[in-house]
């Protein structure tokens, strides 16, 4: 298969679209998860052609540095991660006034964290980190900048990183079910874990996931100052 990105970003999408039809209350979290994410599809350049080399719609990796695939890939990820939490142990979003959490401008405070986790994925790649490692390590260290301020998303953060790495798995899991020995092809080899995969997935990838997870858990809850409290309590 030519465009091997094309399927897995296709493939990512669908988590989402499940959640979004069968929970109509993460619906506005998962809308707002899908802007914050739109940013990270630039970069692209960063991951192309260092980390793996897929084919692109239009050669546009090659154009403007990401692709079609991208946005497709970062919403549909998003969509998931985000809510994948939620979901298994039927939580939902409830409004709170917790120590830390941000009252006002919430997209301002939501664009000043996007901005500097983009910087600093800059700079570590800048200094010569792996891009995947160097995206895993500001992930992972925004979620634990955000549960310092707010702590109750702790738990959260951490089930839903786990989650999401599962989730994760299970749609490469498909994917190669679908185009046989595509890691091997289209990834390069890993700087930190050569060889390392479960059930034929990188654990590079599966890193990813978890740090996805973890981020995306606790960010739109800090951002948008809401917690995670039993479905049956949440508003319409």
Same mark, same amino acid.
């Given at each position: 298969?030519?465009?091997?990105?094309?399927?897995?970003?296709?493939?990512?999408?669908?988590?989402?679209?499940?959640?979004?039809?069968?929970? *109509? +209350?993460?619906?506005?979290?998962?809308?707002?998860?899908?802007?914050?994410?739109?940013?990270?599809?630039?970069?692209?350049?960063?991951?192309?052609?260092?980390?793996?080399?897929?084919?692109?719609?239009? +050669?546009?990796?090659?154009?403007?540095?990401?692709?079609?695939?991208?946005?497709?890939?970062?919403?549909?990820?998003?969509?998931?991660?985000?809510?994948?939490?939620?979901?298994?142990?039927?939580?939902?979003?409830?409004?709170?006034?917790?120590?830390?959490? *941000?009252?006002?401008? *919430?997209?301002?405070?939501?664009?000043?964290?996007?901005?500097?986790?983009?910087?600093?994925?800059?700079?570590?790649?800048?200094?010569?980190?792996?891009?995947?490692? $160097?995206?895993?390590?500001?992930?992972?260290?925004?979620?634990?900048?955000?549960?310092?301020?707010?702590?109750?998303?702790?738990?959260?953060?951490?089930?839903?990183?786990?989650?999401? $790495?599962?989730?994760?798995?299970?749609?490469?899991?498909?994917? @190669?079910?679908?185009?046989?020995?595509?890691?091997?092809? @289209?990834?390069?080899?890993?700087?930190?874990? *050569?060889?390392?995969?479960?059930?034929?997935?990188?654990? +590079?990838?599966?890193?990813?996931?978890?740090?996805?997870?973890?981020?995306?858990?606790?960010?739109?809850?800090?951002?948008?100052?809401?917690?995670?409290?039993?479905?049956?309590?949440?508003? +319409?």
């Amino acid at each position: 298969m030519s465009h091997e990105f094309l399927l897995l970003s296709s493939l990512f999408l669908l988590p989402g679209a499940v959640i979004w039809l069968a929970r *109509p +209350d993460l619906r506005p979290v998962m809308k707002r998860m899908a802007l914050a994410s739109l940013p990270f599809a630039a970069t692209e350049r960063l991951f192309y052609p260092r980390y793996w080399a897929p084919k692109f719609l239009f +050669d546009l990796a090659d154009r403007i540095g990401f692709g079609i695939e991208d946005v497709l890939f970062v919403v549909g990820l998003s969509g998931f991660s985000s809510t994948v939490y939620a979901v298994v142990f039927r939580r939902a979003p409830v409004p709170c006034a917790a120590q830390g959490a *941000p009252r006002a401008r *919430p997209w301002l405070r939501a664009a000043a964290v996007i901005a500097l986790a983009l910087a600093a994925a800059g700079a570590l790649v800048a200094a010569g980190v792996p891009v995947l490692y $160097a995206a895993v390590a500001v992930m992972v260290a925004v979620a634990a900048a955000l549960i310092a301020a707010r702590r109750d998303l702790l738990v959260p953060g951490l089930l839903g990183a786990i989650l999401s $790495a599962a989730l994760y798995l299970g749609l490469c899991l498909v994917f @190669t079910a679908l185009v046989p020995g595509v890691f091997e092809r @289209t990834w390069r080899p890993s700087a930190l874990l *050569p060889g390392k995969a479960l059930l034929g997935v990188p654990l +590079d990838e599966l890193l990813y996931g978890l740090g996805a997870g973890f981020v995306a858990t606790v960010f739109p809850a800090w951002a948008f100052a809401f917690s995670y409290g039993h479905a049956g309590s949440a508003g +319409d």
